[in-house]
């Protein structure tokens, strides 16, 4: 079952608070990404990784960063949660170089007061 | 600077009806497109895909997409639309394989009975 899946689907925080978002897929894809969503502005990419501990910055990855220790699992971390971050958090995952298609999560609701 | 626009915010139509969104890429060159569908509350999935050949690729659910290089154009179209097509369509760009994807803003599109 090709599935990426994101926990956890809702999160209030304060600011200030730490955030940990974490994906996971079952496809054994090697790149993985993190974008977040924003009416009127779409979605932003905040970072890439290639494949375990091989991590790249999106166009937005201020106020971010990422772990990935295992090839399924990919987490997105916001150390001193900020009002602006508040935002819906996508994760997806894309398979070999024949193939540039991406899989998504149904993503993560943050808000952050 | 790489782009996708999207002109329409929302679109309008009859279940029945005919539907076209207009897409257009800002690149050096021709980039792998996509268009992808959002469900309310839910993640992104692939309708259909251009890499090279054919100008008009075949997706999903019945939509298909024209590729024109002279207008630098992805048009996504679809004969006769159902209310489940309710949704937001984006339009998606990438010049390169595992870069992430550069999205337009969307399209929000409503069929009433």
């Known amino acids: 079952d090709m599935k990426v899946t994101q926990m956890p689907r809702y999160l209030i925080k304060r600011m200030g608070e730490n955030v940990l978002l974490e994906c996971g897929q079952d496809m054994s894809h090697e790149t993985m990404y993190w974008y977040r969503q924003d009416p009127g502005l779409g979605l932003q990419l905040i970072y890439i990784?290639?494949?375990?501990?091989?991590?790249s910055e999106g166009d937005i990855p201020k106020g971010y960063r990422v772990s990935r220790k295992k090839r399924e699992h990919f987490s997105l971390i916001l150390d001193s949660a900020k009002t602006n971050q508040t935002s819906v958090y996508f994760c997806?995952?894309?398979?070999?170089?024949?193939?540039?298609?991406?899989?998504f999560g149904h993503g993560t609701k943050l808000s952050v007061l | 600077a790489q782009s996708v626009t999207q002109p329409d915010a929302r679109v309008t139509v009859s279940e029945g009806a005919s539907l076209q969104l207009r897409c257009k890429y800002s690149y050096s060159g021709t980039p792998y497109l996509f268009w992808y569908v959002q469900y309310q509350r839910q993640g992104l999935q692939l309708l259909l895909k251009?890499?090279?050949?054919?100008?008009v690729v075949q997706g999903v659910n019945g939509f298909e997409a024209e590729f024109s290089k002279s207008d630098s154009s992805f048009h996504l179209r679809k004969a006769s639309v159902h209310w489940s097509d309710s949704a937001v369509y984006f339009c998606?760009?990438?010049?390169?394989?595992?870069?992430?994807?550069?999205f337009g803003l969307g399209t929000r599109v409503s069929v009433f009975p």
């Open positions: 251009y890499y090279s050949g054919d100008p």
């Open positions: 997806a995952s894309s398979g070999d170089i024949s193939n540039e298609r991406l899989f």
């Open positions: 998606a760009a990438s010049m390169y394989y595992a870069q992430g994807l550069t």
């Open positions: 990784s290639y494949d375990v501990d091989s991590n």
